[in-house]
Protein backbone atom coordinates (compact mmCIF):
# COMPACT_ATOMS: atom_id res chain seq x y z
CA UNK A 1 0.00 0.00 0.00
CA UNK A 2 1.18 3.52 -0.60
CA UNK A 3 2.73 4.76 3.16
CA UNK A 4 0.75 7.21 5.17
CA UNK A 5 2.09 8.98 8.18
CA UNK A 6 -1.38 9.94 10.53
CA UNK A 7 -0.33 12.50 12.16
CA UNK A 8 2.00 14.10 9.86
CA UNK A 9 0.09 17.62 9.20
CA UNK A 10 -0.17 18.01 13.31
CA UNK A 11 3.71 17.19 13.46
CA UNK A 12 3.71 19.80 10.96
CA UNK A 13 1.76 22.59 12.14
CA UNK A 14 3.86 22.01 15.74
CA UNK A 15 6.82 22.77 13.84
CA UNK A 16 8.27 19.08 14.09
CA UNK A 17 9.20 19.71 10.22
CA UNK A 18 11.80 22.24 11.36
CA UNK A 19 13.89 19.43 12.53
CA UNK A 20 16.88 17.90 10.12
CA UNK A 21 15.42 14.96 8.32
CA UNK A 22 17.44 12.72 6.12
CA UNK A 23 18.62 13.53 2.60
CA UNK A 24 17.92 11.77 -0.69
CA UNK A 25 21.10 9.98 -1.35
CA UNK A 26 22.71 12.46 -4.48
CA UNK A 27 22.96 11.74 -8.10
CA UNK A 28 21.39 8.78 -9.71
CA UNK A 29 19.89 5.91 -7.81
CA UNK A 30 21.75 3.06 -9.49
CA UNK A 31 23.83 3.53 -13.15
CA UNK A 32 24.82 -0.11 -14.37
CA UNK A 33 21.01 -0.11 -15.98
CA UNK A 34 18.81 2.67 -17.52
CA UNK A 35 16.02 3.26 -15.90
CA UNK A 36 12.65 5.34 -15.19
CA UNK A 37 9.31 5.91 -13.49
CA UNK A 38 10.12 4.91 -10.46
CA UNK A 39 7.33 3.51 -7.65
CA UNK A 40 7.93 3.50 -4.60
CA UNK A 41 6.75 0.99 -1.66
CA UNK A 42 8.31 1.25 2.06
CA UNK A 43 7.43 -2.55 3.17
CA UNK A 44 9.18 -3.98 6.79
CA UNK A 45 11.24 -0.72 6.86
CA UNK A 46 13.36 -1.69 2.91
CA UNK A 47 12.32 1.11 0.12
CA UNK A 48 11.10 -1.30 -2.93
CA UNK A 49 11.45 0.47 -5.98
CA UNK A 50 9.31 -0.10 -9.19
CA UNK A 51 10.85 1.21 -12.32
CA UNK A 52 10.17 1.05 -16.20
CA UNK A 53 14.19 -0.31 -17.49
CA UNK A 54 14.93 1.67 -20.86
CA UNK A 55 17.36 0.38 -23.70
CA UNK A 56 18.33 1.27 -26.79
CA UNK A 57 16.56 -1.50 -29.13
CA UNK A 58 16.89 0.93 -32.26
CA UNK A 59 13.29 1.38 -32.64
CA UNK A 60 12.36 4.75 -34.60
CA UNK A 61 11.44 8.15 -32.31
CA UNK A 62 8.33 9.17 -33.08
CA UNK A 63 5.16 11.07 -31.33
CA UNK A 64 3.69 7.73 -29.99
CA UNK A 65 6.62 6.85 -28.13
CA UNK A 66 7.93 3.85 -30.12
CA UNK A 67 11.60 4.91 -29.01
CA UNK A 68 10.78 3.73 -25.48
CA UNK A 69 10.79 -0.51 -26.11
CA UNK A 70 10.82 -1.42 -22.83
CA UNK A 71 11.44 -5.08 -22.98
CA UNK A 72 11.39 -6.31 -18.85
CA UNK A 73 10.76 -5.05 -15.45
CA UNK A 74 14.10 -4.68 -12.97
CA UNK A 75 13.24 -4.32 -8.99
CA UNK A 76 15.89 -2.30 -6.93
CA UNK A 77 15.92 -1.96 -2.84
CA UNK A 78 17.37 0.25 -0.56
CA UNK A 79 17.71 -0.99 2.96
CA UNK A 80 18.96 2.76 4.31
CA UNK A 81 19.25 6.49 2.97
CA UNK A 82 23.13 5.72 3.03
CA UNK A 83 23.35 2.06 2.00
CA UNK A 84 23.67 0.83 -1.69
CA UNK A 85 20.93 0.54 -4.24
CA UNK A 86 19.94 -3.42 -4.81
CA UNK A 87 19.28 -4.08 -8.36
CA UNK A 88 17.73 -7.65 -7.88
CA UNK A 89 17.57 -8.72 -11.53
CA UNK A 90 14.67 -9.45 -13.85
CA UNK A 91 11.09 -9.94 -12.66
CA UNK A 92 9.05 -9.91 -15.72
CA UNK A 93 9.74 -10.31 -19.36
CA UNK A 94 7.56 -9.18 -22.31
CA UNK A 95 7.86 -13.09 -23.35
CA UNK A 96 6.42 -13.92 -19.89
CA UNK A 97 3.42 -12.13 -20.49
CA UNK A 98 1.07 -13.82 -22.49
CA UNK A 99 -1.00 -11.33 -23.97
CA UNK A 100 1.77 -8.61 -24.60
CA UNK A 101 3.46 -8.06 -28.17
CA UNK A 102 5.35 -4.80 -27.19
CA UNK A 103 6.60 -1.73 -24.77
CA UNK A 104 6.35 -2.52 -20.90
CA UNK A 105 6.16 0.76 -19.75
CA UNK A 106 5.63 2.69 -16.49
CA UNK A 107 4.84 -0.11 -13.72
CA UNK A 108 3.54 -0.02 -9.95
CA UNK A 109 3.12 -2.82 -7.39
CA UNK A 110 0.99 -3.71 -4.29
CA UNK A 111 1.33 -5.71 -1.17
CA UNK A 112 -1.66 -7.55 0.73
CA UNK A 113 -1.05 -10.50 2.94
CA UNK A 114 1.98 -12.09 1.12
CA UNK A 115 1.40 -11.96 -2.25
CA UNK A 116 2.87 -9.04 -3.95
CA UNK A 117 1.65 -7.47 -7.12
CA UNK A 118 3.04 -5.66 -9.99
CA UNK A 119 0.41 -3.48 -12.64
CA UNK A 120 2.12 -2.99 -15.92
CA UNK A 121 0.82 -1.22 -19.39
CA UNK A 122 1.31 -3.45 -22.56
CA UNK A 123 0.44 -3.03 -26.12
CA UNK A 124 -1.37 -6.08 -27.17
CA UNK A 125 -0.95 -7.34 -30.60
CA UNK A 126 -3.42 -4.96 -31.78
CA UNK A 127 -1.13 -1.87 -30.83
CA UNK A 128 -3.97 -0.93 -27.79
CA UNK A 129 -2.46 -0.88 -24.52
CA UNK A 130 -4.19 -2.43 -22.01
CA UNK A 131 -3.39 -3.13 -18.14
CA UNK A 132 -1.78 -6.44 -17.00
CA UNK A 133 -1.36 -7.75 -13.46
CA UNK A 134 1.33 -10.25 -12.18
CA UNK A 135 1.57 -11.87 -8.83
CA UNK A 136 4.75 -12.86 -6.81
CA UNK A 137 5.44 -14.48 -3.36
CA UNK A 138 8.21 -11.59 -2.87
CA UNK A 139 8.91 -8.11 -3.70
CA UNK A 140 11.34 -8.59 -5.82
CA UNK A 141 10.00 -11.20 -8.29
CA UNK A 142 9.81 -13.04 -10.12
CA UNK A 143 6.39 -12.31 -11.29
CA UNK A 144 3.97 -14.74 -13.30
CA UNK A 145 1.50 -12.39 -15.31
CA UNK A 146 -2.12 -13.25 -15.50
CA UNK A 147 -3.03 -14.91 -18.98
CA UNK A 148 -5.25 -11.63 -20.20
CA UNK A 149 -5.06 -7.94 -19.30
CA UNK A 150 -7.69 -6.60 -16.54
CA UNK A 151 -11.37 -6.25 -18.40
CA UNK A 152 -11.79 -2.86 -18.60
CA UNK A 153 -8.47 -1.11 -17.99
CA UNK A 154 -6.63 0.41 -20.40
CA UNK A 155 -4.28 3.48 -21.31
CA UNK A 156 -0.86 3.38 -19.53
CA UNK A 157 1.03 4.60 -15.80
CA UNK A 158 -1.10 1.94 -13.65
CA UNK A 159 -0.63 3.33 -10.32
CA UNK A 160 -2.33 1.54 -7.14
CA UNK A 161 -3.51 3.59 -3.80
CA UNK A 162 -4.67 1.63 -0.57
CA UNK A 163 -6.58 3.55 1.81
CA UNK A 164 -6.69 2.74 5.06
CA UNK A 165 -9.83 0.87 5.03
CA UNK A 166 -8.10 -1.62 2.93
CA UNK A 167 -9.70 -0.77 -0.04
CA UNK A 168 -7.37 -0.51 -3.21
CA UNK A 169 -8.00 1.45 -6.24
CA UNK A 170 -6.52 1.54 -9.67
CA UNK A 171 -5.85 4.81 -11.87
CA UNK A 172 -4.86 4.60 -15.43
CA UNK A 173 -3.94 7.24 -18.07
CA UNK A 174 -1.55 8.82 -20.51
CA UNK A 175 -2.22 11.27 -23.56
CA UNK A 176 -1.08 11.12 -26.97
CA UNK A 177 1.29 7.97 -27.03
CA UNK A 178 -0.52 7.20 -23.82
CA UNK A 179 -3.89 6.73 -25.63
CA UNK A 180 -6.15 8.24 -23.09
CA UNK A 181 -7.62 10.14 -25.92
CA UNK A 182 -8.54 7.11 -28.23
CA UNK A 183 -11.05 6.39 -25.45
CA UNK A 184 -14.92 6.75 -24.34
CA UNK A 185 -16.61 5.84 -21.68
CA UNK A 186 -13.97 2.87 -21.55
CA UNK A 187 -14.92 2.31 -25.24
CA UNK A 188 -11.45 2.09 -27.43
CA UNK A 189 -12.54 4.05 -30.64
CA UNK A 190 -9.25 3.81 -32.46
CA UNK A 191 -9.62 7.54 -32.89
CA UNK A 192 -7.53 10.78 -31.33
CA UNK A 193 -10.50 12.68 -30.20
CA UNK A 194 -9.02 15.60 -27.81
CA UNK A 195 -11.08 18.43 -26.08
CA UNK A 196 -11.94 21.84 -27.31
CA UNK A 197 -8.93 24.28 -25.77
CA UNK A 198 -11.43 26.00 -23.88
CA UNK A 199 -13.30 22.48 -22.40
CA UNK A 200 -12.64 20.08 -19.69
CA UNK A 201 -8.99 18.28 -20.35
CA UNK A 202 -9.13 14.80 -20.76
CA UNK A 203 -8.98 13.26 -17.19
CA UNK A 204 -7.53 9.99 -15.70
CA UNK A 205 -9.32 7.08 -14.88
CA UNK A 206 -9.92 5.56 -11.90
CA UNK A 207 -11.56 2.36 -10.65
CA UNK A 208 -11.82 0.79 -7.27
CA UNK A 209 -10.22 -2.84 -7.28
CA UNK A 210 -11.33 -6.33 -6.26
CA UNK A 211 -10.96 -7.90 -2.88
CA UNK A 212 -8.28 -10.48 -4.75
CA UNK A 213 -6.72 -7.35 -6.53
CA UNK A 214 -6.73 -9.23 -9.82
CA UNK A 215 -9.76 -7.01 -11.28
CA UNK A 216 -12.26 -4.32 -11.22
CA UNK A 217 -14.48 -4.18 -9.06
CA UNK A 218 -16.56 -0.95 -10.78
CA UNK A 219 -16.11 0.31 -14.08
CA UNK A 220 -13.69 3.49 -14.47
CA UNK A 221 -15.22 7.19 -13.83
CA UNK A 222 -12.75 10.21 -14.68
CA UNK A 223 -10.54 11.77 -11.96
CA UNK A 224 -11.20 15.18 -12.46
CA UNK A 225 -8.83 18.33 -11.31
CA UNK A 226 -10.14 21.64 -10.41
CA UNK A 227 -8.84 25.02 -10.35
CA UNK A 228 -9.08 26.61 -6.40
CA UNK A 229 -13.25 28.06 -7.39
CA UNK A 230 -14.09 23.86 -8.14
CA UNK A 231 -13.51 24.51 -12.17
CA UNK A 232 -12.46 21.62 -14.14
CA UNK A 233 -8.96 22.49 -15.42
CA UNK A 234 -9.33 23.19 -19.03
CA UNK A 235 -7.12 21.84 -22.08
CA UNK A 236 -5.32 24.84 -22.83
CA UNK A 237 -4.44 25.02 -18.60
CA UNK A 238 -0.90 24.25 -18.59
CA UNK A 239 -1.20 22.04 -14.97
CA UNK A 240 -3.42 19.84 -17.03
CA UNK A 241 -3.34 16.14 -16.76
CA UNK A 242 -0.58 14.35 -18.98
CA UNK A 243 0.30 11.30 -17.72
CA UNK A 244 1.85 9.63 -14.47
CA UNK A 245 -0.70 9.57 -11.75
CA UNK A 246 0.04 8.76 -7.78
CA UNK A 247 -1.90 8.95 -4.88
CA UNK A 248 -0.44 9.28 -1.54
CA UNK A 249 -2.47 10.11 1.96
CA UNK A 250 -1.05 12.79 3.96
CA UNK A 251 -3.05 12.38 7.35
CA UNK A 252 -6.86 12.97 6.02
CA UNK A 253 -5.78 14.39 2.89
CA UNK A 254 -5.41 12.82 -0.34
CA UNK A 255 -2.60 14.19 -2.18
CA UNK A 256 -2.58 12.90 -6.74
CA UNK A 257 0.62 14.23 -8.21
CA UNK A 258 0.79 13.82 -12.23
CA UNK A 259 3.22 15.25 -15.05
CA UNK A 260 1.72 17.98 -16.67
CA UNK A 261 4.08 16.85 -19.87
CA UNK A 262 4.17 20.01 -21.95
CA UNK A 263 6.03 22.41 -19.19
CA UNK A 264 8.06 19.19 -18.28
CA UNK A 265 7.22 19.01 -14.31
CA UNK A 266 5.31 17.36 -12.08
CA UNK A 267 2.74 19.01 -10.15
CA UNK A 268 0.18 17.74 -7.63
CA UNK A 269 -3.25 18.22 -6.07
CA UNK A 270 -5.20 17.26 -3.40
CA UNK A 271 -8.15 15.92 -2.82
CA UNK A 272 -11.00 14.74 0.20
CA UNK A 273 -11.80 11.32 -1.66
CA UNK A 274 -9.66 8.89 -3.66
CA UNK A 275 -11.94 9.38 -6.54
CA UNK A 276 -11.61 13.26 -6.22
CA UNK A 277 -12.32 16.06 -7.50
CA UNK A 278 -8.78 17.56 -6.74
CA UNK A 279 -8.06 20.70 -6.36
CA UNK A 280 -4.23 22.21 -7.95
CA UNK A 281 -1.80 23.00 -5.60
CA UNK A 282 1.63 24.03 -8.03
CA UNK A 283 4.36 22.56 -8.63
CA UNK A 284 6.10 20.10 -6.84
CA UNK A 285 9.04 19.34 -9.39
CA UNK A 286 10.90 22.06 -11.44
CA UNK A 287 11.68 21.13 -14.73
CA UNK A 288 13.95 18.25 -15.47
CA UNK A 289 16.37 17.39 -18.89
CA UNK A 290 14.21 15.12 -20.68
CA UNK A 291 10.94 15.14 -22.11
CA UNK A 292 9.01 14.78 -19.39
CA UNK A 293 9.16 12.97 -15.88
CA UNK A 294 7.76 10.33 -13.83
CA UNK A 295 7.72 9.52 -9.84
CA UNK A 296 5.85 8.62 -6.72
CA UNK A 297 6.19 9.50 -3.24
CA UNK A 298 7.38 7.75 -0.45
CA UNK A 299 7.23 8.05 3.72
CA UNK A 300 10.50 6.90 5.10
CA UNK A 301 12.57 7.78 7.74
CA UNK A 302 10.01 10.35 9.16
CA UNK A 303 10.54 11.77 6.03
CA UNK A 304 8.87 12.31 2.92
CA UNK A 305 10.95 11.27 -0.45
CA UNK A 306 10.14 12.49 -4.33
CA UNK A 307 11.10 9.60 -6.76
CA UNK A 308 11.59 10.74 -10.49
CA UNK A 309 13.38 10.50 -13.83
CA UNK A 310 15.61 12.61 -15.79
CA UNK A 311 17.89 11.92 -19.35
CA UNK A 312 20.44 14.10 -17.93
CA UNK A 313 23.36 11.43 -16.81
CA UNK A 314 22.67 10.00 -21.33
CA UNK A 315 20.87 13.24 -22.81
CA UNK A 316 18.34 11.34 -24.93
CA UNK A 317 14.98 10.77 -23.94
CA UNK A 318 14.48 7.28 -24.08
CA UNK A 319 17.43 6.68 -21.61
CA UNK A 320 16.86 7.93 -18.13
CA UNK A 321 18.22 7.62 -14.55
CA UNK A 322 16.08 7.03 -11.84
CA UNK A 323 16.68 9.76 -8.79
CA UNK A 324 15.71 10.98 -5.27
CA UNK A 325 14.65 14.38 -3.68
CA UNK A 326 13.74 14.89 -0.10
CA UNK A 327 10.40 16.87 0.02
CA UNK A 328 8.91 19.56 2.32
CA UNK A 329 5.80 19.17 3.75
CA UNK A 330 3.46 22.26 4.35
CA UNK A 331 1.14 22.72 7.20
CA UNK A 332 -1.63 22.54 5.11
CA UNK A 333 -0.46 18.89 3.66
CA UNK A 334 0.97 20.16 0.55
CA UNK A 335 4.60 20.08 -0.40
CA UNK A 336 7.07 22.86 -1.54
CA UNK A 337 9.07 22.81 -5.00
CA UNK A 338 11.64 20.38 -5.09
CA UNK A 339 14.49 22.79 -6.80
CA UNK A 340 16.98 21.67 -8.98
Given at each position: MHVRAADTVAHAAAGAFAQVVPDAPPGPLIDSIWTAD?????????????PSHDEDTGATADDHGSHYDMRDYHVLSLDSL?????????????????WAARQLWAPDAARRGDTY?????????????????????HPAGPFTAQPEPIPGAYSID??????DDGSSYLVTGGILGGQLQRWRDDVYTGVDAYPGLDEPALAPRIARLSDDLLSLAEPTRPLVLVDDEGRALTSRDPNRF????????????????YSNGDSHQLVHAT???????FTYRGVLLEPVIGWTTHGSIVEWHDAWYLLYHDAERSGRDHLRTVRMARLDLRPDGTFATVRR
Open positions: PSGHVWDGTLWIYDGEVVDHGVALTLEQVPYLYFPAKDRDGVFRIGVATAEPAVFTDFEGAWISKVGDTYVFMGDSPYGP
